[in-house]
């Protein structure tokens, strides 16, 4: 079979995820969204649940692709470089990673009913808390496991509500100002001076 169409066809999946949710996922509407002939997308995914392996594998490859590109790239200095980065990555929900965030949404909601979809799925959660730990220590702050954990769930938390942008919710959780979220979250996490005090030798004094 072509890869390039099929290709095609998985982005058409994603983004017919993303536009109709999981109940307007068929071959016909992927066949419409791809611009190819009607039973192009059953001759190469023959069933529903195909459709939405293709999806999750290309949401997959399309993590792995941005993380690559950030691991690539010099990791924060500091406080204000983590602060950036984070909130770069808030701000992608509701520009170019929307499309790709709302269909994985989608098949995480699907994955409660299709446990085979939560093995495709994991590997973007986990390695986010790996990526963004090593975020953390990267900017000098005193990580522990716990502490980035609890960041990383607060920037998860965060990607519904960007998506659905709902102003009351927005202004209820900070995230009409994702700077000043991102700021706060870290001083919650990180009072501003724990970095300095964590990097004294053990028997400096105050």
Known sequence: MNPDRRDRLRDAAVEVLARDGGRGLTHRAVDRAAEVPPGTTKNYFPT??????????????QYLALTAQLAAAPGPADR??????????????????????????????????????????????????????LAQRSAGLP?????????????????PHLLTDGPATLAASGLDDVDRFVRDLLDAVYPPGATARASRPPHAAP
Do not use: K, Y
């Open 48 to 61: 529903r649940d195909a459709v939405l392996r293709a999806a999750a594998e290309r949401c997959l490859e």
């Open 143 to 159: 990580v522990t496991p716990q502490r980035a954990a609890v960041v990383t769930l607060a920037l998860h938390a965060a990607v």
């Open 80 to 133: 204000e470089g983590l602060t950036a980065l984070f909130r770069s990555l808030l701000e992608n929900v509701a520009g170019p990673g929307r499309s790709r965030l709302l269909a994985v949404l989608e098949l995480q909601a699907e994955a409660t009913r299709r446990p085979w979809l939560s093995s495709i799925l994991d590997p973007m959660a986990s390695g986010d808390f790996v990526g963004m730990e």
